[in-house]
């Protein structure tokens, strides 16, 4: 299978996340709130104590709802791709628009993304590290957003050979991904107008190639 | 096999942890073990390994495991850090002229970066995960990302300077996320590029934050 047909394999389980869960008891959802609450501080790796207190439950009432901490923290990034829907989901514009347009809609889309969402979006990625099915749904969301771009800015990608297309693809996503959002904004502290100017320059160098391609 | 290991014999390193730093010049051979077990470990993309695992794969009991290392944690950073001692060869950068063509330039440091990042790359991207709680490994990253910062500002010191004194922190950011050890891992293994096309989307990226 190609890289492709995994991409568009995993693109699919970015639907499937919903309503898979629809029952929860309120323990359960204070459980996971106190998770997220743990993760907003900075705390990417809270232990099952931490959980028990941040959310006021017992401990013991922690394990009865999950079989272990990686099943609780699992269930927790899980919990939050179900609950957010409306932000993670790119709203697309249809291709007739300006490239510029286009461009500025995705870049505000992602910065929304990292703005509302960039310390959840961090500790999932630390706990990809360690749980495959953690990272599984981390790179099924970076499935998704390749996805959006390849619909987005099909004409442009369409007019390159499948090699300049490929490349173009991965520089378009590199330049709007979370860690360059993260090392521009977080680490080197740039605000978020020059973070999002580097983001729509980089979406702009990407589709002019300029990209050179492989030789 | 005796307590001194299938790891030691298996991979065929039979340059010793020993020699990467004078600093540790006497260490048994128990403790090297314990070391490449962790290392291979890692290779394996097991980032958390537990002490059983390691004194399994070392062949060492774990009494012996922990005879060398405070705990667990202690051995993994010396892990980690002997892991970047040993890649010292990989880790230096070929001089090229500072007043060649900046595409010249360009070249040079993405084949460095790429020549890393293929013997590196599973370790580095264990210590990023790593250190998001091992305070001790915190360091050695940031350390890894100043140094990846410097090079770049003194191989491109001229398209810097020439953006001027108030764009510099600005492009010393962008010119670092074109680089950094994440796009690669994006590139490569999010969406497969080959190595060629992992060069030109780096090339195109490092070009972009030079605006060249």
């Given at each position: 299978?190609?890289?492709?047909?995994?991409?568009?394999?995993?693109?699919?389980?970015v639907v499937?996340?919903?309503?898979r869960?629809?029952r929860r008891?309120?323990?359960?959802e204070?459980?996971?709130?106190?998770?997220?609450?743990?993760?907003?501080?900075?705390?990417l790796?809270?232990?099952?104590?931490?959980?028990?207190?941040?959310?006021?439950v017992?401990?013991?009432?922690v394990?009865?709802?999950?079989q272990?901490?990686?099943?609780?923290?699992?269930a927790a990034?899980?919990?939050?791709?179900?609950?957010?829907?409306?932000l993670?989901?790119?709203?697309?514009?249809?291709?007739?628009?300006?490239?510029?347009e286009?461009?500025?809609?995705?870049?505000?889309?992602r910065?929304?993304?990292?703005?509302?969402?960039?310390?959840?979006?961090?500790?999932?990625?630390?706990?990809?590290?360690?749980?495959?099915?953690?990272?599984?749904?981390?790179?099924?969301?970076?499935a998704?957003?390749?996805h959006?771009?390849?619909?987005?800015?099909?004409?442009?990608?369409?007019?390159?050979?499948?090699a300049?297309?490929?490349?173009?693809?991965?520089?378009?996503?590199?330049?709007?991904?979370f860690?360059?959002?993260?090392?521009?904004?977080?680490?080197?502290?740039?605000?978020?107008?020059?973070?999002?100017?580097?983001?729509?320059?980089?979406?702009?160098?990407a589709?002019?190639?300029?990209?050179?391609k492989?030789q | 096999?005796?307590?001194?290991t299938?790891?030691?014999v298996?991979n065929?390193?039979?340059?010793?942890?020993?020699?990467?730093?004078?600093?540790?010049?006497?260490?048994d051979r128990?403790?090297?073990?314990?070391?490449?077990?962790?290392w291979?470990?890692?290779?394996?993309?097991?980032?958390y390994?537990?002490?059983?695992?390691?004194?399994?794969?070392?062949?060492?009991?774990?009494?012996?495991?922990?005879?060398?290392f405070?705990?667990?944690?202690?051995?993994?950073a010396?892990?980690v850090?002997?892991?970047?001692?040993?890649?010292?060869?990989?880790?230096?950068?070929?001089?090229?002229?500072?007043?060649?063509?900046?595409?010249?330039?360009?070249?040079?440091?993405?084949?460095?970066r790429l020549?890393l990042y293929?013997?590196?790359g599973?370790?580095?991207?264990?210590a990023i995960?790593?250190?998001a709680?091992?305070?001790?490994?915190?360091?050695?990253?940031r350390e890894?990302?100043a140094?990846a910062?410097?090079?770049?500002e003194?191989?491109f010191?001229?398209?810097?300077?020439?953006?001027?004194?108030?764009?510099?922190?600005?492009?010393?950011a962008a010119?670092?996320?074109?680089?950094?050890?994440?796009?690669?891992?994006?590139?490569?293994?999010?969406?497969?590029l080959d190595?060629?096309g992992?060069?030109?989307?780096l090339?195109?990226?490092?070009r972009?934050?030079?605006?060249?």
């Amino acid at each position: 299978m190609g890289a492709v047909e995994v991409l568009q394999e995993q693109t699919g389980d970015v639907v499937a996340y919903d309503g898979r869960r629809a029952r929860r008891d309120r323990n359960t959802e204070a459980v996971i709130r106190g998770c997220w609450s743990l993760f907003m501080d900075g705390e990417l790796q809270p232990t099952a104590q931490q959980v028990a207190e941040r959310s006021g439950v017992s401990l013991r009432s922690v394990f009865r709802h999950f079989q272990n901490l990686d099943a609780l923290l699992r269930a927790a990034v899980e919990w939050f791709v179900q609950t957010n829907t409306e932000l993670l989901v790119y709203q697309r514009l249809t291709v007739d628009r300006p490239v510029a347009e286009r461009i500025e809609s995705f870049v505000q889309y992602r910065l929304r993304v990292y703005r509302e969402a960039g310390r959840q979006i961090a500790a999932a990625i630390v706990r990809g590290g360690t749980d495959p099915h953690v990272r599984g749904i981390v790179d099924a969301h970076r499935a998704y957003v390749v996805h959006e771009l390849r619909a987005l800015f099909a004409p442009e990608l369409e007019r390159m050979d499948a090699a300049g297309a490929a490349v173009a693809t991965a520089c378009l996503q590199t330049a709007v991904q979370f860690e360059a959002w993260e090392n521009l904004a977080v680490r080197h502290g740039l605000d978020e107008e020059t973070t999002a100017a580097w983001m729509r320059a980089g979406m702009q160098r990407a589709l002019t190639q300029d990209c050179p391609k492989p030789q | 096999m005796g307590e001194q290991t299938a790891a030691a014999v298996g991979n065929g390193r039979d340059d010793g942890v020993v020699s990467y730093d004078g600093r540790r010049a006497r260490r048994d051979r128990n403790n090297e073990a314990v070391i490449k077990a962790c290392w291979e470990l890692f290779a394996e993309g097991e980032m958390y390994p537990t002490a059983q695992q390691v004194a399994e794969r070392s062949g060492v009991s774990l009494r012996s495991v922990f005879r060398h290392f405070q705990n667990l944690e202690a051995l993994v950073a010396t892990a980690v850090e002997s892991y970047y001692e040993h890649s010292r060869a990989v880790w230096t950068f070929d001089p090229v002229p500072l007043d060649a063509p900046v595409e010249e330039r360009i070249d040079a440091l993405v084949a460095y970066r790429l020549r890393l990042y293929r013997h590196t790359g599973v370790v580095m991207r264990g210590a990023i995960a790593r250190a998001a709680r091992d305070p001790q490994l915190v360091d050695v990253v940031r350390e890894s990302r100043a140094r990846a910062i410097k090079l770049n500002e003194v191989l491109f010191k001229a398209e810097i300077d020439r953006l001027g004194p108030e764009r510099r922190a600005v492009t010393v950011a962008a010119l670092h996320s074109a680089a950094q050890f994440e796009v690669w891992d994006n590139l490569a293994n999010l969406h497969g590029l080959d190595e060629e096309g992992v060069a030109a989307a780096l090339r195109s990226l490092i070009r972009g934050a030079l605006q060249v």
